[in-house]
């Protein structure tokens, strides 16, 4: 076994041999770190999904459901504050119209469609437990501001 990865590494250190000084070592090295895909061990393989899989899925879970109720609970709250006129209570001490309503209702959703693909490319970038905290407490100061506008302008 070890005459192998001494012939693979020869052969690596003579084809590159020519292109710069110490590219020699360096493929040198990836030869001898590659695994072949056969050497992986289907049971470690399994176990490590299975870990993967009880720690992050709770958690995308969680946040799934958090994003959910966020989205809907704007619509709810109209509903349920409602009075016998169909008018919400909400829109009362707004001072909106049921069309002003919808438009502001609309416009809290311009921001998930114009900020999903953007994060999720800076998502491919940065370390996904900082991006993802970073957004959940972001958005989540924006619903407070959202929360303290008293009127229909702001």
């Known amino acids: ?3 192998e990865k001494g012939v693979a590494a020869n052969t ?4 590159v041999a ?9 493929a040198a ?3 001898a770190t590659v695994v072949p895909p056969a050497a992986i061990d289907p049971a470690k ?3 490590l999904v299975r870990r993967l899989d009880t720690r992050i899925l709770p958690i995308a879970t ?15 709250a109209r ?22 309503y919808n438009w502001a209702l609309s416009i809290f959703f311009v921001g998930y469609v114009i900020f999903e693909v953007p994060s999720n490319l800076l998502l ?22 959202l929360g303290r506008c008293r009127t229909g302008p702001g």
Do not use: H
């Open 1 to 3: 076994m070890s005459d």
């Open 12 to 15: 690596a250190t003579f084809l």
């Open 18 to 26: 020519d292109e710069a000084p110490g590219a020699a070592d360096a």
């Open 29 to 31: 090295a990836a030869a």
């Open 45 to 47: 393989e399994r176990a």
């Open 62 to 76: 969680i946040m799934y459901l958090l994003s959910f109720l966020d989205r809907v609970n704007i619509g709810n």
């Open 79 to 100: 509903v349920v504050n409602s009075n016998s006129a169909g008018v919400g209570e909400m829109e009362t001490a707004l001072g909106l119209t049921g069309s002003q």
């Open 124 to 145: 491919k970038r940065l370390k996904p437990s900082r991006w993802l905290a970073r957004i959940m407490v972001t958005w989540g100061l924006v619903a407070c501001c």
